[in-house]
């Protein structure tokens, strides 16, 4: 593969480089962390995550949706109910997220948990 | 562990979401990887990651360094020779960085390799 032959010779994948830009964008890390739990109304993230304001969180999940990581399902009348959810390359995050966490709480140590 | 207490009760645990944005900000995950194979000169990087400029080279490596990812060492005399290399914190990082590219070797498919 053309990515995996580009590494060896000591260059960056883009791929990778791209990964890990969309996960890393602020915020985007954390929604996704949420979202692993199953799927998630917009009002719910606010609870997991209370520092995130409104406007940001919409940012957010629009670029998630774009990238293919998290669908959007409109449901219900007067008011409508929005969930969102991963999509299966949104899923396969996961043991990324998880070694992500993991070293997180071993080497964190300077930030309050 | 309080962080992971939170995480049960459906919070993002802060040590997570700050890992996620160290590794995340531009170029930082791309510079990580270069160094995942050993000890780097300034100038190797540029060769393993093209489009990156000085100036940005510099601000991430010292980010970096503040964060406690890598060590810089200067030796050598006229010209000096500044190499950087990963702290045990930096190594660990490894597993989250092979699901990362796994991932994106996957699914980043709309990326040119």
Redo the contacts between chains.
């Keep these: ?4 032959q ?1 590494e060896d010779q ?12 969309v ?8 929604i996704l ?2 979202l692993q ?1 199953g799927p998630t109304r917009f009002g719910a993230f606010k ?4 520092d995130l304001s409104d406007r940001l969180l919409s940012e957010r999940l629009k670029e998630l949706e774009e990238f293919g990581l998290i669908h959007r399902e409109v449901s219900g009348d007067r008011p409508v109910v929005v969930t969102y959810s991963l999509t299966p ?1 949104g899923k ?2 996961k ?2 997220l ?11 140590r300077d ?3």
Tied chains: 1, 2.
């Design positions: 593969m053309a990515g995996k580009k000591g260059l960056i994948c883009p791929r990778f480089h791209r990964a890990v830009e996960i890393g964008r602020r915020w985007s890390g954390a962390r949420v739990d609870t997991a995550i209370p390359q396969a995050l043991p990324a998880d070694a992500l966490g993991e070293w997180a709480s071993k080497y964190m930030v309050p948990a």
